[in-house]
């Protein structure tokens, strides 16, 4: 068990990791990572974000020991299932991450980031112009947004 001085210390690293995942320094995630895990080992969702930073160095099989790590050390963790679907539909499981995004939305219906990769595994083809409008329509006003992270996740 940490105490909170650590575990304040660890809400922190996993922030900066964020932003430097985030940013595409993914060094520098790496790094902030390592420290948290030292203070917390145990702690899933730093293992979830570790997973989300290997998968960026396109490094699957990392990605999924650690996802695997943040599900068994908390299995209702929402970021703990987005991580999860993201390593999934990177090893081209669509079901598997299909059902990791539902359950990242039934715990949090409004995260943005968890609806832009649910809405990629569902896509099999990119849609025509209408459909586009018609799939783009209830996020309206946040269509830039929601275009942006789209963009980001598939590529």
């Known amino acids: 068990m940490i105490g909170d001085d650590d575990d304040r210390k660890v809400a922190a690293?996993?922030?900066?990791a964020g932003r430097h995942r985030r940013t595409g320094n993914v060094t520098g995630a790496i790094d902030l990572l390592r420290r948290a895990l030292a203070l917390a080992p145990d702690h899933a969702r730093a293992h979830a974000l570790l997973a989300l930073v290997l998968l960026d160095m396109r490094r699957v099989a990392g990605a999924a020991v650690e996802v695997g790590r943040a599900l068994?050390?908390?299995a209702d963790d929402a970021?703990?299932?987005y991580a999860a679907a993201a390593v999934r539909r990177a090893?081209?499981?669509?079901?598997?991450?299909?059902r990791h995004c539902a359950?990242?939305?039934e715990a949090d219906p409004h995260d943005v980031e968890t609806r832009v990769l649910a809405a990629s595994i569902r896509l099999r083809a990119l849609p025509d112009p209408a459909r586009m409008l018609r799939l783009a329509e209830p996020w309206r006003p946040f269509r830039t947004a929601a275009s942006w992270y789209m963009w980001r996740l598939l590529g």
Request: aromatic share 10%; charged share 30%.
């Open 13 to 16: 690293l996993l922030e900066q």
């Open 72 to 74: 068994v050390l908390d």
């Open 79 to 81: 970021y703990c299932h």
């Open 91 to 98: 090893e081209r499981d669509l079901a598997d991450a299909w």
């Open 103 to 105: 359950v990242a939305l």
